[in-house]
């Protein structure tokens, strides 16, 4: 199920706002912030099991202002933000690991990387049916036998 159902506006607005705090955007080289419409629309895709405890962090959030985290002011951001990784516990954590993982996992922050938007394996060869010679060497192996406790 979507996040974009479970998270309120405000929640969303949050999330955006600091997704661009933990990953500005960088012109130099040639990369979005967290806070990009594409790596947002896949954060709220696929939040999943960690949509509660985003949920409690964004909630978090905006209890140590007394409003929205995105209606701050950005001086003030800072100083929350930092209380917020102090207090935010397990959500907050959460919170920064979604959005990371979102993001490295956009095409244009992978191709900045020098990474190839493909599987490293077998690059690019076709393999044919049947061919399992990639597993003679384990094949030649003595075989082992371990108790199990």
């Not at 040639?30 to 409690?56: E, H, N, W, Y």
């Not at 993982?101 to 990474?115: A, E, F, I, N």
Request: proline share 6%; aromatic share 6%; with cysteine.
């Amino acid at each position: 199920m979507s996040a974009e159902n479970q998270l309120t506006r405000a929640q969303r607005d949050d999330l955006r706002t600091i997704a661009a705090m933990i990953v500005p955007a960088s012109d130099a080289y040639k990369v979005p912030g967290a806070d990009d419409p594409a790596i947002q629309a896949d954060m709220l895709a696929t939040l999943g099991r960690d949509s509660k405890l985003v949920a409690a962090a964004l909630d978090h959030l905006a209890r140590l202002v007394g409003q929205p985290f995105a209606e701050l002011d950005e001086a003030k951001r800072d100083a929350v933000v930092q209380e917020f990784r102090n207090s935010g516990g397990a959500a907050a954590v959460t919170l920064v690991r979604v959005v990371l993982q979102c993001y490295y996992r956009d095409d244009r922050v992978l191709h900045s990387l020098g990474l190839e938007l493909r599987a490293p394996f077998p690059k690019g060869y076709v393999l044919p049916d049947g061919d399992w010679s990639l597993l003679d060497p384990v094949k030649a192996r003595a075989g082992s036998l371990r108790r199990v406790p």
